[in-house]
């Protein structure tokens, strides 16, 4: 596999080694001891969970106070834009974004690391997003950030309508609001 680091310290792009031919493909989405040689992390992942939206769908910023989560995120069918937000105040990049492309024909896959807002919006027809997480989901202490924060000033690419958002995501407080 290939780990490239992006801008935000700690968040990385995984390019996996994929064995393909006029068949289909194969690759490894996740093996513990390559992933702690490539990334030089231990990652305890306890949950997996499967998302399917439809495009447009724009599902962030989440995170949560307690119990933060890291993700190793994908997608297996479509393509989202994939958003990583740095809200450790102790960071020098706090208050900075970092958005890749991740589709089922890249095969690419973003870690996220613990202490950071996470969210995607979809640009394909639809999407299959899949996460790996170092924590279980607690709905008492999750957060969300508005996605169209002014402050964050994210360049979510142009879907030629509004993003589709849930009831939870409209609600999002503003980034300097945010626990």
């Known amino acids: 596999m290939k780990v490239t680091p992006c801008t935000i310290a700690d968040v990385l792009c995984i390019d996996p080694r994929v064995f393909g031919d006029e068949r289909g493909f194969f690759y490894e989405s996740y093996n513990e001891r390559g992933f702690a040689q490539a990334t030089g992390l231990a990652a305890n992942f306890v949950q997996d969970n499967h998302s399917r939206s439809a495009k447009g769908v724009l599902r962030g910023l989440h995170y ?19 958003v990583a937000v740095d809200i450790r105040r102790e960071s020098p990049t706090y208050g900075q974004w970092v958005g890749e492309v991740l589709s089922a024909s890249n095969k690419r896959q973003l870690w996220v690391p ?22 279980y989901y607690a709905p008492e202490h999750e957060c969300c950030i508005a996605w169209n924060d002014a402050t964050l000033a994210i360049a979510w690419p142009d879907i030629g309508e509004p993003p589709r958002l849930s009831a939870k995501d409209q609600s999002g407080v503003a980034f300097g609001l945010h626990p």
């Open 114 to 135: 613990p202490g950071l807002a996470h969210g995607f919006l979809v640009l394909s027809e639809s999407a299959e997003f899949l996460y790996k997480t170092t924590d």
């Open 64 to 82: 949560q106070r307690i119990n933060p989560q890291g993700k190793l995120v994908r997608v297996v069918s479509g393509e989202v834009f994939d």
